[in-house]
C-alpha cells in the first residue's frame, strides 16, 4: 500500500499527542486531503478517533487514564477567570495576547482556587507550572514567542469548548432538577 508523503511525520505528532496545526501547511494540508483515509487509518490502526478542524487535527481515545487534557482545563479554567477577574476578555486573552511565565505565577499565586492549584501537580508552583507550559509547547498548545513569552495556538479552543459543553451539561442537568423539584412541589410532595 503506498501511503500519502509525510505520513509517518503526520503519525508521529499526532501518536505523541500533539495537535497538528495549520500553521504546518504540508503535514495539515495533506491530513485533510486524506481525511477519509486517516479517519479509517486511526481507527482500525489504534481505535482513535481523529477530529480535524480548521486550524487544527488532534486524536481522541476514548480508554486512556492520562490526565493531561484535565491539567490543560484546570490550567485555562484559572487562568480564564483570572482574566476576566481582572477586567480583560479571556477568550481575546487567550486568542490574541502574548502572556509572560511571571504574569501566569502572578495569576495563579493570587488566585482564589488556591485549593484547586495546590492539589493538582501540574500547578501546584511557579517550576511545574514552567514544565507544563513547556509539554504545552511540545504538544502545540501553545508557542513560545520568546525566553519568558509564549502564545495559545488555535488548538487551546479544544479546551474552551470542552468547558463550554461541560458547563452547559452542569446547567441542563441543574435545570431538569429544577424541573423535578417543581414538579415534586406542585403535586404536594416533598
Known amino acids: 500500500m503506498e501511503y500519502p508523503k509525510q505520513h509517518k511525520e503526520i503519525v508521529n505528532e499526532l501518536m ?12 495539515f494540508e495533506t ?3 486524506n481525511r477519509d483515509f486517516y ?3 486511526f481507527k482500525e490502526s489504534f481505535n482513535y478517533g481523529l477530529q480535524i478542524e480548521s486550524e487544527y487535527a488532534y486524536l481522541i481515545s476514548f ?3 492520562e490526565q493531561f487534557s484535565r491539567d490543560v482545563c484546570v490550567f485555562m479554567a484559572v487562568l480564564s477567570y483570572e482574566l476576566d477577574k ?4 479571556f477568550m481575546d486573552q487567550l486568542q490574541y495576547a502574548p ?7 502572578r495569576y495563579f499565586e493570587n488566585s482564589s482556587y488556591q485549593d484547586l492549584i495546590k492539589a493538582n501537580k501540574q500547578l501546584r508552583d511557579s517550576e511545574s507550572r514552567r514544565q ?9 498548545i501553545i508557542e513560545k514567542t520568546g525566553e519568558q513569552q509564549f502564545m495559545f495556538t488555535s488548538s487551546h479552543k479544544v479546551f474552551i469548548d470542552f468547558a463550554v459543553d461541560f458547563a452547559q451539561g452542569r446547567l441542563e442537568q441543574a435545570s431538569v ?10 403535586d404536594g410532595e416533598e
Open 177 to 186: 432538577s429544577l424541573d423535578l423539584d417543581e414538579e415534586t412541589n406542585e
Open 99 to 105: 502572556f509572560e511565565y511571571d504574569q501566569i505565577d
Open 39 to 41: 479517519i479509517s487509518f
Open 86 to 89: 481582572d477586567g480583560k476578555n
Open 132 to 140: 507544563f507550559l513547556r509539554t504545552m509547547a511540545t504538544r502545540n
Open 16 to 27: 505523541a499527542g500533539r495537535f497538528l496545526l495549520r500553521q504546518n501547511e504540508i503535514n
Open 63 to 65: 480508554e486512556t487514564k
Open 31 to 33: 491530513l485533510k486531503q
